[in-house]
């Protein structure tokens, strides 16, 4: 069995689709430290041919709380419909707007206030409209030591989960070293997202953006053929 885990992101890049979609388990962590500077509550969509951020904005609380002890701040509730009216005037003219801007609504408008609830509510959504059929697995339920850290949670998650193969993205071949993995049974691959462009408008290619930019410019099937096959693994 292969198995993937991530940390949840905000309506993430396509190679995080990917991944999900490659493994038969996909883990999500929920007790793992929030990162101002990661993807956890923010993404990138396109705006007048260049990336801009969207952004979930967060009640004010300690660094050094895990994501699941996080929560939204009291300004979402309003917040929330600009980043909608951002999202309809960046790609209201954008070939797939009718079918998808509901999708990415559903996602917003979702009355979670807290963050990982929040965030995996919409993984889920883009899950079903990607069809993609992985099950998801909160990283706290898995019965392991969470007070083990990198290389060693994750291959006790595998442990635990009788996974014989751990699917990680390409970056972290500076973290993780197969031979590590292979003294404990488990093959260690890496998947890496394949150059790719498609048309946004008439602007220069702007690359991994938020899959919203994705779905907006290319159809359902379009979009499932990238995650199926614009990526290698080594």
């Known amino acids: 069995m292969t198995i993937g885990i991530m940390q949840p992101y905000f309506l993430p890049y396509l190679g995080y689709f990917q991944l999900m979609n490659a493994v038969d388990e996909f ?15 923010r993404n990138r969509i396109l705006v007048n041919g260049t990336d801009s951020f969207i952004t979930i904005p967060l009640k004010k609380d300690s660094d050094y709380l895990d994501v699941r002890d996080r929560y939204v701040s009291d300004i979402w509730s309003r917040e929330k419909k600009r980043v909608l009216n951002r999202i309809i005037e960046a790609y209201r003219k954008a070939p797939h707007f009718e079918c998808v801007y509901p999708v990415v609504e559903q996602t917003i408008i979702c009355e979670e206030c807290n963050l990982f609830k929040f965030v995996l509510n919409s993984l889920d959504i883009v899950k079903k409209y990607l069809e993609i059929r992985t099950p998801f697995l909160v990283s706290s339920t898995i019965p392991i030591d969470h007070a083990l850290r990198a290389e060693n949670k994750v291959i006790s998650i595998c442990k635990a989960r009788k996974a014989n193969t ?29 150059d790719m462009s498609y048309k946004q408008f ?30 290698t693994l080594a």
């Open 27 to 41: 883990v999500i962590y929920d007790n793992i430290e929030f990162s101002k500077k990661g993807w956890i509550n």
């Open 202 to 231: 008439n602007n220069e290619f702007v690359p991994s953006l938020s899959i919203v930019d994705v779905m907006m410019f290319n159809s359902r099937e379009e979009t499932k053929e990238y995650i199926n096959s614009s990526y």
């Open 166 to 194: 751990y699917l990680n993205p390409i970056g972290g071949m500076q973290l993780y070293q197969k031979d590590d993995f292979k003294k404990e049974g488990i093959d260690l691959r890496f998947l890496k997202t394949k």
